[in-house]
């Protein structure tokens, strides 16, 4: 079978990309309940739970799963979710447990650099691991929400995808200038004269394999990212910004307990939030380098 997707992004076939335009109306914009997915038993997925998260993955990118009437979350739930999706290497960023899924949760106390996810504060738009190396670049995502906060913790999802499809329709110079290998530059990230991590450059957009789907680097920090000295570059970044700042273009999304997001990398962010003594969030996140097909 033909490979739908050769071509679509390329410049250079605008015949592909149209007829792909076309085919993407109709995704635009998905609603929480388009996204959604009942899952009895995460162990044990039914064929139908299956295929329901891998076609909303397939078309929007993300799917929402929700493990209604399943009480017990033990963290082993979301490796045993990801490999029955395809899902099988794991990164283990710095801050990972043993099992390289990471505890999202407020810590009080964080030795040396303070990482804003385990604070309650607000996380801007961005995609996982834009700073990891080429080799190293993180396709997909499960997000479990154990335990929501009292107050906030709400994210907001884009599927970069459709980011693409506006920018190419506005310009497509804004497309060649963010597939620039140079394009975004993170500085190195250094303790205390110690590096812990070196500067890495690369891509905004690039293909997850030659003919394949899209991947996106991005953070809107304004901080800590070197933008390529390009006039043109600029100027798709600032359009980046004003599409996220537009929230009609986004989905919303306040996870319960038990929900999860299970995604292609999509943009997202996460708003301020508040625990309590009885209300304290607690989210597994796993991050994966390879995609969901
Ligand atoms: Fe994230």
């Known amino acids: 079978m033909c490979n739908p997707f050769v071509n679509v992004f390329n410049l250079a076939d605008d015949n592909a990309y149209q007829r792909w335009q076309i085919s993407r109306e109709t995704c635009s914009h998905p609603s929480i309940e388009q996204l959604l997915v009942e899952v009895a038993d ?5 064929n ?8 909303r993955c397939s078309r929007y990118n993300m799917a929402i799963y929700w493990l209604r009437g ?8 979301v490796s045993a979710l990801g490999r029955q999706l395809g899902l099988q290497h794991l990164d283990a960023n710095l801050s990972a447990d043993e099992d390289k899924i990471t505890s999202l949760q407020v810590i009080q106390q964080q030795p040396g650099h303070q990482y804003i996810p385990y604070t309650n504060k607000a996380l801007s738009w961005h995609t996982d691991g834009y700073y990891n190396k080429p080799d190293r670049q993180i396709n997909a995502i499960i997000m479990h929400c154990v335990s929501a906060a009292a107050e906030g913790g709400v994210n907001h999802l884009l599927d970069h995808e459709q980011v ?6 506005e310009n497509p110079a804004y497309i060649k200038a963010l597939m620039h290998p140079q394009a975004m530059t993170i500085p190195a990230n250094e303790d205390s004269g110690r590096l812990i991590r070196a ?16 991947h996106m680097r991005f953070s809107a920090r304004k901080r800590n990212i070197i933008w390529r000295d390009d006039a043109v570059t600029i100027k798709a970044v600032k359009r980046i910004n004003v599409l996220l700042d537009d929230t009609s273009h986004s989905v919303k999304i306040a996870l319960k307990s038990g929900q999860g997001i299970i995604c292609n990398n999509v943009l997202h962010n996460r708003s301020v939030f508040y625990d309590s003594d009885t209300h304290v969030r607690l989210m597994y996140r796993a ?6 097909t």
């Open 199 to 214: 500067a890495q450059s690369g891509p905004v957009f690039s293909l997850h394999k030659p003919g394949g789907r899209l």
């Open 42 to 46: 995460p162990f044990r997925l039914k």
């Open 70 to 77: 399943f009480s017990q979350q033990p963290k082993t739930l």
């Open 287 to 292: 991050r994966y380098y390879d995609r969901i």
């Open 48 to 55: 139908s739970e299956k295929q329901a998260i891998l076609a």
């Open 164 to 169: 693409y499809r506006y920018l190419r329709d």
